[in-house]
């Protein structure tokens, strides 16, 4: 790949949509430091990119297209600083997407004439084709900085869920909010409603909005309402954001059955510290949960993940991978294989 090295970084042009892939990277470990951004990124097959702005004010990196081995997605850091240099590096944005939807990452007050470099990688070592552009205007959605804790994970007994959120007021002229809906495992959200703007009889606007949905089987959903973008509107908004829990596996109100989960050893890691769990099926290497966390060891259900479906699928065994990032120090991994208890001692 022409642009692995940093001195070979590709240029980038204003509204220039370029594709480009992981595959294939290797990193140049005198060329970053992950004391910079070691809670947000680990560097494995990463590439590099050049953006220098014409004039100074907002720009977007709109990130879209991705094609990648794993369900996890690209990794982007925008830095300024002599390359190869890190001591003169100062970190813009730390994004690592986790999905591979079309997002878009925002960056205020650049300054026309400095160059800033893009860093893009895979994420926990993903490989991914991605077309990446650097734009006035925003594409796709605006990406999510802080993944959702898994211990907000609301269970419902219901394929019906309820979901209501607020416009404020200075997202009135926005035409429409956008209801995506993504089962954890899944590559991409979905857009199941459009809900269009309503106005009163005096033509204002109505703020306030609920809507039900079905979910499709048993699961956790990601749920995201963001606003559709005008012709000559603002960068869309993410407005509310949610995780539902149903069907086996999922701690219901009231339930007395013991749900079919398999804890994770998390009381280990330092508390507060940012953990990356992976786990794969180790016979075929496929990713069956990627998620992220603030380690709470007081908080046991954190480590609860549910393993019916795989049970069912036949799956005796798992790999999992952590990677801690503790609050001082340097991270590390860990490599685990569990054995998955009988389904028939799960009632």
């Known amino acids: 790949m022409a642009n692995d090295n940093i001195e070979n970084r590709r240029v980038l042009r204003l509204e220039e949509a370029v594709t480009s892939s992981t595959t294939g990277c290797t990193v140049q470990r005198g060329c970053v430091d992950e004391r910079l951004t070691g809670k947000c990124i680990e560097y494995h097959n990463d590439q590099w990119f050049e953006f220098t702005p014409a004039a100074s004010g907002r720009y977007f990196i709109n990130i ?29 944005s730390c994004t690592s997407l986790g999905t591979q939807d079309d997002v878009f990452v925002t960056l205020d007050s ?28 925003a594409a796709g959605m605006p990406v999510s900085y802080f993944p ?6 609301l269970p419902t007994a219901s394929r019906v869920v309820e979901l209501n ?8 002229t926005a035409p429409a909010s956008r209801l995506m809906r993504r089962e954890v495992h899944q590559y991409r959200s979905t857009e199941v409603r459009l809900v269009p703007v309503q106005r009163d009889t005096y033509g204002r606007p109505v703020m306030s909005y609920t809507v039900t949905d079905t979910l ?9 309402v963001v606003t559709a973008k005008g012709d000559a509107g ?21 339930a ?51 393993v019916r479906k795989w049970q069912e699928a036949g799956i005796e065994k798992i790999a999992v991978e952590i990677t801690c990032h503790p609050l001082r120090g340097h991270f590390f991994t860990d ?13």
């Open 64 to 92: 879209g297209g991705q094609k990648c081995r794993d369900v996890r997605g690209v990794q982007l850091v925008v830095l300024t600083g002599q390359p190869c240099q890190p001591a003169t590096c100062r970190i813009l």
């Open 110 to 137: 650049l300054r026309a004439g400095r160059p800033y470099l893009l860093n893009v990688d895979g994420y926990l070592k993903d490989f991914c084709e991605f077309t990446l552009q650097v734009s006035g205007q």
């Open 148 to 153: 959702p804790n898994p211990t907000r994970v």
């Open 165 to 172: 959120w607020t416009l404020p007021d200075s997202l009135a």
């Open 216 to 224: 499709p089987g048993p699961g956790s959903y990601d749920y995201q």
């Open 234 to 254: 603002p960068a869309p908004v993410r407005l509310r954001q949610w995780w539902y829990g149903y069907g086996p596996g999922a701690t219901l109100p009231g």
């Open 256 to 306: 007395d059955a013991e749900p079919a989960v398999l804890e994770l050893p998390l009381n280990k890691y330092p508390t507060k510290s940012n953990l990356s769990v992976v786990i794969t099926n180790p016979s075929t290497g496929r990713v069956l949960l990627s998620r992220q966390l603030i380690n709470q060891p007081a908080n046991r259900r954190q480590g609860h993940v549910p």
């Open 335 to 347: 490599k685990l294989l569990l054995v998955l208890p009988p389904q028939a001692s799960l009632r």
